[in-house]
């Protein structure tokens, strides 16, 4: 029995009554870009995120890029961020002109760490922060917050990988993309919700954010051929994935409660190996959109759990300021000693919602027995 890593065709044929008839829906409609599908989205994942509005874009990195420029951050500023993250985080500050300003993640939950940051702000100043839920694990959103507004610099939420977590404030939890000035969420379909193709979403309580955004994701134009802006561009999200995302957004909580079970079980079963476990801290809601240990000689037991038929996979096997392509944005004397040893180590292992525990137990006991074989004897 093997076990993949992802069964995205197992989410489709759990939906496929739903979907089959949101498909058909909008290809009968003929409306394919924009239009009431796209709105009714909109409205809904505001409603559902607690944010007053959401904007639809083409994709994640496209939502990032616009964010900051929506926020008016652009040539000759600096944007705080990690360097432990998926490559669209820093690609879309580059491509507003701005300068990455790296900051190594938190030893424990693997975000942006907080009196790094807030050190790093003290010298240098940041037009805008940019924190990473890595994994779905909400980074500190309440100091964050307090930073930011601390040096009046905007606070971004990348949400790309933590659809539905939560920080607890006040008593009560709050899902992540409602704490920044804007928030940024991908749909790619590998997400934890995720499309039938690209698409992605900005997210703000601010009017004024919402209405730049807009204008910037579809050519400035503020009534048709009326542009007002010299810099705008098509990034639209289509009514065929605004349909498939309204119907999976039904399923979200559902989907991630499910995945906080086999976290639990993984949790169980893996504990006394000599690996590291994800944590979820106190009052923060992960989601699992990985679930990714950390392990010594990390290669060598990823390709014996290949050889078990376990999927596996390497968020990231690389920090970003050791890429080719981003090494020249670094100083030489910057140090990320917690992204490289998490490059190293980390591996995620099987998590999705239609995997059941039969196959964690698979996993589980693998890894045992991978593990074992490498002790001493
Ligand atoms: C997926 C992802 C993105 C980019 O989203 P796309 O829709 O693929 O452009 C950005 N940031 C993070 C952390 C991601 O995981």
Redesign the pocket.
Known sequence: MTVPFLDLSAQYLELKSELDAALRRVVESAAFVGGEEVRSFERELGAYLGARHAVGVA????A?EIALQALGVGPGDSVLTVPF??A??IEAIVRVGARPMLVDVDEEDLTLNVEAAANRMERHRAKAVIA?H?YGHPADMQRLRALADAHGAALIE?A??AHGASCLVDGQQRRVGSFGDAACF???PT?NLGAMG?A?AIVTQSEEVAERARLLASHGESEKYRHVLPNGRNSRLDAIQAAVLRVKLRHLDRWNAGRRALARHYGELLSGLPLRLPSERTGRRHVYHQYAIRVASRDRVKEALARAGIGTAVHYPLALHQQEGFRALVGNDERFPVSEASAREILSLPIFPQLDAHSVGRVAGELRRILAADQPQ
């Open positions: 994709n994640g990195t496209d990032l993250t998926f669209a985080t990473v890595l990348d790309a990988q991908s749909f790619y997400k690209d992605g």
